[in-house]
């Protein structure tokens, strides 16, 4: 297979600066605002998933232009050719909080174009996690944006990706990170809108609906497929769900005492997305973190300014290994508790958000890696699967892309195993943001193409 080099913004932002876009100029649709889930906000019953304002095609991308960004990153090689033009519409819908409060969240609807559009297959998207808080997938041009469009839109599949709570357009005052009834609402509520939007652009749906996502999406993927056929299968007909590369077992992860590769980043966002939901996680913050860390981390992200990288270099947030980073940041006293105190807090908080126990209805896949050094599949996709086995479920399977990603990307088709060479940094620094996504997504199409 040839080697890719997936989907750098450098690489596809070239190919697409041609695409255009009308922006609110002649490229508008009739508003529409038509949402059937309901909440409770502060004044009472909330209308989710309603257009908050008329959704805008930011551009079209031409099957010949989505053929050459993924052939210039090696997608192609993955995604195979556009068959359709893809409509990238902008979405801002009403949805509620973690406690009923009414607010709302943006997203985008990749829609198939031309004879593309009649009857397309929904797929709904749950993004990875994300440190910048302007960031929205109604950029033609982010990575994660353009392989929905490659793999799912210009194959004919409608998509629907939210940019979540307290992110881009939402006015949500925080980010509540991996608490799966909101995710799981967040997500429900951009398929009411996009409905809402289809309609008034004059395409359809055929009705199916697929449920998809990576990293802290694929947690997301699997609450609002748990909470689709739940609560609102006379409404959404889920027929398959594709959850990649997700934390599903997170009071299990907190027990594991080798750090995993981006810890600075994504417990401090578990920490603080509990610590704002429940409010119990600590009374006083420099009981968890060390300074001068406890002096902002609570505000921190996502951030309106810094980005992975920048954070690091600004001393924002520590680095080195993954153990390192930990013990920088963490006071030991806290880590320890967490690890072996079965009333910790922030333990029962992420047992609430474990997602064992249920049953899914429609088809079912859950992919990883086994060498993901962010969300590994033994902690993760092997005991979510026994907890269906044990139940007897049969509509679950499992993949684990490995093999694929060493033979791509291992130097001699194998990973390197020298932990001191940048080899070994650049492999495993890699693996779960790039090498890992697209052979996933993969199989989710494929398991997309036998129902839809």
């Not at 059937?36 to 010949?64: K, N």
């Not at 902690?379 to 479920?393: I, L, Q």
């Not at 195993?417 to 997504?441: K, L, N, W």
Request: glycine share 12%; with cysteine; net charge neutral.
């Amino acid at each position: 297979m040839k080697r890719l080099h997936l989907l750098s913004a450098i690489a596809t932002a070239a190919l697409l600066a041609s695409c255009g876009g009308g922006g609110d100029g002649g490229n508008g649709f009739a508003f529409i605002g038509a949402g059937t889930g309901t909440g409770t906000g502060g004044g009472g019953t909330v209308t989710t998933g309603a257009l908050q304002e008329p959704p805008v095609i930011v551009t079209t991308l031409s099957a010949a232009q989505i053929d050459g960004a993924s052939a210039q990153s090696g997608l192609q090689a993955i995604s195979g050719k556009a068959r359709c033009d893809v409509n990238v519409i902008s979405l801002n819908y009403t949805t509620v909080g973690p406690k009923g409060e009414a607010t709302n969240a943006s997203g985008v609807l990749l829609m198939p174009a031309g004879s593309c559009a009649s009857g397309a297959p929904l797929v709904a998207y749950a993004k990875g996690t994300d440190v910048q808080k302007p960031r929205t997938l109604v950029n033609p041009q982010d990575p994660e944006t353009f392989t929905l469009t490659a793999m799912y839109a210009a194959q004919g599949y409608a998509v629907v990706a939210t940019d979540y709570l307290g992110y881009a357009k939402s006015t949500f005052p925080y980010h509540p990170y991996l608490h799966a009834d909101s995710e799981a609402r967040t997500v429900l509520d951009s398929v009411r809108a996009a409905r809402a939007a289809v309609a008034s652009a004059g395409g359809s749906l055929s009705g199916k609906v697929m449920i998809t996502g990576y990293s802290q999406g694929g947690h997301s993927s699997m609450s609002a497929h748990r909470a689709a056929e739940r609560d609102n299968a006379a409404e959404i007909n889920v027929v398959a769900g594709a959850h990649l590369a997700g934390p599903y077992n997170l009071s299990g992860s907190f027990k594991v005492t080798q750090a995993i590769a981006g810890y600075q980043y994504f417990v401090p966002m578990i920490v603080n997305s509990y610590q704002r939901v429940y409010g119990d996680v600590y009374t006083d913050i420099n009981t968890v973190y060390k300074l001068p860390y406890a002096n902002y981390m609570d505000n921190l992200l996502p951030s309106p300014t810094l980005n992975y990288t920048t954070l690091l270099t600004t001393g924002t947030l520590p680095g080195g290994t993954p153990n390192q980073a930990r013990d920088a940041l963490f006071q030991a006293a806290y880590i320890a508790d967490v690890q072996t105190n079965p009333n910790n807090a922030l333990y029962l908080d992420a047992k609430k958000n474990d997602l064992f126990g249920w049953n899914p209805k429609a088809k079912t896949l859950l992919c990883g890696g086994a060498g993901d050094p962010t969300v590994p599949p033994a902690v993760h996709m092997v005991p979510m699967k026994a907890d269906f086995d044990s139940r007897g479920v049969t509509t679950v399977t499992t993949v684990d892309v490995d093999a694929q990603i060493q033979a791509t990307f291992g130097p001699g088709g194998r990973a390197p195993t020298d932990p001191t060479t940048a080899a070994y940094a650049t492999y495993y620094g890699a693996y779960h943001g790039t090498y890992e996504p697209p052979f996933c997504h993969a199989r989710a199409r494929a398991l997309f193409d036998t129902v839809k």
